[in-house]
């Protein structure tokens, strides 16, 4: 069961609030998109968006939710890692609830095989958006593999 289309628009709308938010001074910015991402989250997960059944979820995990929304910003990223979708959702879900990164960053470190696709051949360009969007969130994703490890000790 997809979000109402209206939730779509919301929720894109959230997406995008950090050049909403950029006239704002300094580390003001981050939070600014942080709050209005949060505020989405709740309202998802208040209409059911969030929990529904656990078979659907995971078989449309790319496209479902708020990872079907930041697909948007990289798709072909997606399309060469579907893998991470299941535990981006997890990341994402820990991330607005629970703290940002510092309780994202566990559920990432769990995941970096499936994370770490992002970052080899292809897939390292297609998903540099991506890692970009997360960087203006306050979540600094790694750029290698090394790197990645370095990040998860």
């Known amino acids: 069961i997809g979000m109402p289309v209206e939730g779509d628009a919301d929720i894109q709308v959230a997406l995008s609030e950090d050049e909403a938010c950029a006239a704002s001074a300094g580390g ?20 059911g968006g969030e929990d529904g059944d656990n078979a659907e979820e995971e078989s449309d995990a790319c496209s479902a939710g708020l990872v079907g929304q930041i697909r948007a910003f990289a798709p072909k ?3 060469d890692c579907p893998q991470m979708c299941g535990p981006l959702g997890q990341a994402i879900t820990q991330f607005m609830r629970h703290g940002g990164a510092a309780a994202a960053k566990p559920v990432v470190c769990a995941h970096q095989s499936q994370f770490g696709c992002a970052l080899h051949g292809a897939a390292q360009h297609a998903c540099a958006p991506l890692i970009q969007k997360a960087a203006k969130f306050g979540f600094q994703l790694p750029s290698s593999t090394q790197a990645f490890r370095s990040q998860c000790r």
Do not use: G, P, S
């Not at 981050?30 to 309202?43: I, R, T, V």
């Open 28 to 47: 003001e910015e981050a939070l600014c998109a942080l709050n209005a991402l949060q505020l989405k989250a709740a309202k998802l997960a208040a209409d």
């Open 77 to 79: 990223c997606f399309q």
